[in-house]
Every structure is written in structure tokens, then in C-alpha cells.
């Protein structure tokens, strides 16, 4: 591989111009596609395989026309203090705001509190009013909400407290803005501080820039074909950033070291793209594996993003191996510090003085099992807190108290229990049962006798009376372990009421939605990771050549991905720090968080793994003793992948500002998870292992020695191959 790698190295480095008009000329005609394509469908978040789902698919059948996916908002009333909502001046003022709504764009219904029961609090300060859309969360129109808003702000000049909650007010998901360019501006510090060039730095961030666009322009223009919407592309556009960054200055950096050992910009791109493009090539399979693998886990959205993701990560490395060689065919020596320039051949031997990795790395060859030991300690505290971990999907109780949203959950809490803002939706299938009515009744019996219910409406018939609809109160909140017990009470006792009644029970609704949720992800878990895992082990037996450094990088990624997860723990269910990252109200875990950070920091964890330790093999493999290579390894790529960590946290990190707290939290983990893995994982723990395993650490039985091809990874025999040798003369005017 590595001789393939260098020869499409030299071609594009050559042929620089061809290769630069024919990206622009892709970029240009995906551009095109994109802008003419139709917008692409919503992806919603079906469940397949679950029991509220299945409950959701039944409603939408047997009560056509009732919008059961639409969105909807409630309007909380409160009266002024010491007055009850249903004096006739306060009574009157909530009337006049629900009917300024009534048939309004997009409104299919807008319920008046006092004409429903149970809408009026027992205390009578506080009503609730439900107005339903036609369109699906996140799609109402501005129109729409500001209809909405105006009609709440009348109902607060006329004296009461007015709040929204529901979905009506569910901010569309959109691509791009202030994280993106906090990101950026962040990796351009780090790159200018690493390269010492402004030449240098702006490289990988064009490159990174034009894969980016390229991905996300690929999305819209398949986005109606695939049914790849904007959310599909939010991992897209994070990874994309991240990795495209990386691997170009993977390129970048080997290039100028090669340019340093006094060899032809021709010859440096070249090599530069055997040697580093191998290792660029391996690590892309690895994030694109553990990203095509949350296919497996049954969650079409998942399965979108990561494949969507795995595609824009494959675009990166291309660009990697071809565009950025051929822009460093451009710029020739003026990607090196104006002094390293100016002294040309001179720079030579500054490649073999100590620098700040080299000094690092022998400080851990002189004690490894201290470091080791330290480092796993280290990582095993920082994991403690996700024994304490709690699954879960998190709604309007997690958003800031500034928020009307948050507002409304925390009045309707107060004026009629927790356990109202989560409601359970109980559906009876008595198609074919003699009596319906009598069926639904027994199960309303049923459900309201459990312990926990407070409340539990009226049966409500479908129009053809075989299906019938009623809502169960809980006395706890949605996210409550109570709630859960529940809802699992209600299905244990479903076979009973079969039997019973002839009529199926199914328990749907939002919180009946988010347990579901959190259960399949834990069941998808260990099968995703074992998936994950092993091809990725089996991947780097293939680079590294050895049985024991893959599982090595397994293991130590294990470690960093539960000390991330502790620290999302800390910070979103205990709340420790929650007021420096703006966490208002601590609560459980996104149920999709564990297994989303183990397919993207998977597959970046291995980036570094696999770029620091070929070069460590790439020594050991050219002659040098174990602990010498682990030393040239650490002073050539230490402060590259030290860079492309700090990058990477760089860009996961700007997401921690934004306001939605499911997006806060995945930039929190990533960016922890990343830091983890990079500096105590890939910088500490790896070395210190290979101390301490010595010429074992690259041990292959002779039969799998056989078995696994040789793809020269480290680039032995570009030595022989090369057309140029070190002293060659510039063939390459630049």
C-alpha cells in the first residue's frame, strides 16, 4: 500500500493543477445538484421493534385524520396571586386567548380548559389549554408559532401568568452556525501554534473546508433519494470538520519533516502520502467501521447519521491522499517556518535533537509500570461516576428556566403533580372483541387500581368504536424510575386483560416512547461493541502486524470512553461544574449518548493510535530497539497528534455553548472523551505498555503471520522503491 500511496502522492503533487481543477469541478457539480434537489422528507424517530411504536403505528391507522405525530402546545394559565383561574375576568381572558387560535394556520384544534376535564387544577389557580397542528414537531411554520405567541402575551396583559410547553415551539435542526466557527477559529490558533506557518495552518483548514462542503452538498442532493435530511447531517459535519482537519495535517506534518531530512518537495509529498496517507488510509476505516456499525443498533435516524457521517469521513481521507498533496505541489517549502526556509538543507538535523516529546517519552521508558498504574487509576476514578449512569431522553425539564418551555413544565408540576407533564397513552385494540366499551372500561379499571396512578381519563373511541384511547397519570415525573416501573406494570398485566377482555393493550406516548428508547439501546450495546471491536481489532492486526497493540488500543479506548461517560454523569446527573457550562437541571443521561460516543470516539481514538504507533513500528521495523523506536516515534508525530487532539476537543468543545442540552452534552462527552483517550490513553498508557512488552508488543504467530497481507504501513520498502534518494536534486520547479 505504502508504494501505491507514494506513487498517487507524486501523480497528484505533479499533476497539481488537474487534480485542484477536478475537485472544484466535483464541489461545483455536487453544489449544483444540491441546490436543484427536493427537499428531502422527514426522518422522524421511528423505533421499529417496540411497543410504542407499534401503539403509535395503530393510532395513526385506526384514528385517521387525528395527526397523533403532529405537534401540539400547551398553554399554561395561572391567576394572579390570591385569585382563581376561574373568576370570570381571568375566566374570560383565558377563553378570548384559546380562541384567537382556533382555526388558525396549521391549527387543527384548540381545546377551551373549561369545557375539558381535568384541565383546571383542584386548587383552581391553574388550566392548561391544548392546541394541536397539523404539521410534525419542528415543522411548524413562524407564522404558526408567532400566532402563538401573540396569543399568550395577550393572555399576560390581561393579568395572568401565561407559558408554552408541547412541541409547537421545537426549533427546527440546523446545520452549521456559531459552534462550526468556534471550532475553527480555535484549530487555527492550535495549527498556527504548531507550524510555526500561517501557510501551513490555512492548509488542512481549506482542505477540511472543501470535504465539508462536499459531504453536506452530497446529503442534500440524495437527501429526497436516501432520505438524508439536515439532522442526518449534524454527526456529518462534526466528524467531517474534525477528521479532514486531522488527516491533512497528518499529510502536512510528514511532508515537512521530509522536506527537513533534505529531500525534493516532489519526493517529501510522496512519501509523505506512503507513509502518513497509509496510516490516514487505515485510521478513516476504523471511524468509518465503528460509524457504519450503529446501523446494527435498529434506530433508522442512527443508521443515517452514521452512515452519512462514515461518508464524509471516506471524503476526507481521499482528499487526504490526493488534494492535499497536490495544494502542497502549490506552496513547495512555504509550508516550513520562514527559518527552517531560508536554511534549506541546514534543518537536517534538527529532526534527531530532543524535543518535547522525545523528552517525554523517556521519561516513561524509565519507570512504565508508575505511569501505567497512574494512568489507570487516573481513568478508573474518572469512570467512577457512570456506575451511577441513568438512561433516559430529556425534555422540557432540562431546558433553562428562562424558556417558556421550562416555564410551563414547572407550573403544570406545581398546579397538578409531576407526573402530568409526562402522561402515559394506554390504547385498547378491541377490534373483534363482543363488547368494546365494557373492554376499555376494564382496562381504565385496571390501570387506574396500580399503584402510582394518580388520574386516568375516560376511554376514548375511535370512530369505527373498535379502538379506544385513554391517558394515565403517574404521581412522578417522565424521567422518574417510578414512571418506569409503571409502565412495565401496565404491560405485565396486558396478557391478563387479553385473556380477560380479548382486547390488546399497548402503553405509548412520550415517556412510554423514551423508556423504550433507553431499553433498546441497551440491549443494542454489547452486540454493537462486539461488532465494532472486533473488525477494528482484526483492521489493526492487518497495520500493525501484531496480536498484542490491537488489543492494547481496544482496551485503553474502553477506558477513555467510561471516563467520558463519568464525566457526563458528573456534570448532567449530579451536577458537579453544571453552572460553569450553563446545565440548569441535572437529569438522566440521553439513552443515545453511550452508544454514540462509542462509535465516534471509536473511530477517533484509533486515528491516533494508528498514527503514533506506525511510527513507533515504522522505527522498530527499519532496526531500532523497542524503547529507541517508542522515542523516534514520540519526537517525529508527538506534537501532531497532541495538535489534532487539541483540534479535535477544539471543535466538540464549541458545542458545549449551545443552548439545546442534548447538544451540550454530546459536545461535553466527545470533547472529554477525546482528551481522555489522546493524553492519557495514546500518550501515556500506549507507551508505557510497549515499555513494558518490549519486541513482544509486535509478536504474531507464524500462521496468522501467513495468513494477514503485508501492506507496509511504515513504508519499508518506499527505501528500495523510491526513485530518489535523499540527495537527490529538486526534479519539481516550485
Known sequence: MAT?????????????????????????????????????????????????????????????????????????????????????????????????LAGTEQVTGA??????????????TTAYATVSYAAKAGEVSEPATETLERAAQHGRDAGLKVEIGGTALMAKPE??????????????????????????????????????????????????TLGLSTTTGTLAMMLGLAVGIDYAVFIVSRYRAELAEGRTPEEAAG?????????????????????????????????KMGLAAAGTVVIAVVIALTLVPALL???????????????????????????????????????????????????????????????????????????????????????????????????????????????????????????????????????????????AVPATGPSEAETKDIVHAIRDDAAGLKTATGATVLVSGTTAMNIDVSQKMSDALLPYLAVVVGLAVLLLMVVFRSVLVPLKAALGFLLSVVAAL????????????????????????????????????FGLAMDYEVFLVTRIREGFVHGEQPGEAIVTGFRHNARVVTAAAFIMIAVFAGFIGMSEPMIKMMGLGLAAAVAFDAFIVRMTIVPAVLALLGRRAWWLPRWLDRLIPDVDVEGSKLETSAPESVQARESVTV
Open 566 to 601: 463519568g464525566a457526563v454523569v458528573a456534570v448532567f446527573q449530579w451536577g458537579w461544574l453544571a453552572d460553569l457550562i450553563g446545565v440548569e437541571q441535572t437529569g438522566p443521561v440521553m439513552s443515545m449518548m453511550p452508544i454514540f460516543m462509542i462509535g465516534v470516539v
Open 4 to 100: 501505491f500511496l507514494y506513487r498517487l502522492g507524486r501523480w497528484a503533487f505533479v499533476r497539481r493543477r488537474l487534480v485542484t481543477f477536478l475537485w472544484v469541478a466535483v464541489l461545483a457539480a455536487v453544489g449544483v445538484l444540491a441546490a436543484k434537489a427536493p427537499a428531502a422528507p422527514d426522518d422522524g424517530f421511528a423505533m421499529p421493534g417496540t411497543e410504542a411504536q407499534k401503539a403509535f403505528d395503530l393510532m395513526n391507522e385506526r384514528f385517521p385524520g387525528g395527526h397523533a405525530d403532529g405537534a401540539s402546545a400547551r398553554l399554561v394559565f395561572v391567576a394572579p396571586s390570591g385569585q382563581k383561574i376561574t373568576a370570570e375576568p381571568n375566566r374570560q381572558a383565558v377563553e378570548r386567548t384559546v380562541g384567537e
Open 329 to 471: 505541489g502549490f506552496l513547495g517549502r512555504k509550508v516550513l517556518p520562514r527559518k527552517a526556509r531560508k536554511a534549506r538543507g541546514e534543518a537536517a538535523p534538527a529532526a534527531k535533537k530532543e524535543n518535547g516529546g522525545a523528552r517525554w517519552a523517556r521519561f516513561i521508558l524509565r519507570r512504565p509500570f508508575a505511569v501505567l498504574l497512574g494512568g489507570v487509576i487516573g481513568l478508573g476514578v474518572l469512570a467512577a461516576p457512570a456506575l451511577d449512569l441513568r438512561l433516559g431522553l430529556p425534555g422540557d425539564e432540562s431546558k433553562p428556566t428562562s424558556t417558556t418551555q421550562r416555564r410551563a413544565y414547572d407550573l403544570l408540576s406545581e398546579g397538578f403533580g409531576p407526573g402530568f407533564n409526562g402522561p402515559l397513552t394506554v390504547l385498547v385494540d378491541a377490534k373483534g372483541v363482543a363488547d368494546p366499551k365494557a373492554a376499555a372500561n376494564e382496562v381504565a379499571k385496571k390501570v387506574s387500581g396500580l399503584p402510582g396512578v394518580v388520574a386516568v381519563t375516560p376511554p376514548m373511541f375511535n370512530q369505527a368504536g373498535d379502538t379506544a384511547l385513554l391517558n
Open 111 to 124: 381545546v377551551d380548559p373549561f369545557k375539558m376535564q381535568g384541565a383546571v387544577s383542584q386548587d383552581g
Open 175 to 224: 446545520a452549521g452556525g456559531s459552534s462550526e466557527a468556534i471550532g475553527m477559529a480555535l484549530s487555527a490558533v492550535v495549527l498556527v501554534i504548531t507550524f510555526g506557518s500561517l501557510v501551513a495552518a490555512g492548509l488542512p483548514l481549506l482542505t477540511a473546508i472543501v470535504g465539508v462542503g462536499l459531504g453536506m452538498a452530497l446529503i442534500t442532493a440524495l437527501g429526497s
Open 271 to 303: 512519501r509523505a502520502v506512503g507513509t502518513a496517507g497509509s496510516a490516514v488510509v487505515f485510521a478513516g476505516l476504523t471511524v468509518v467501521i465503528a460509524l457504519a456499525g450503529l446501523s446494527v443498533v435498529g434506530i433508522p435516524i442512527l443508521a
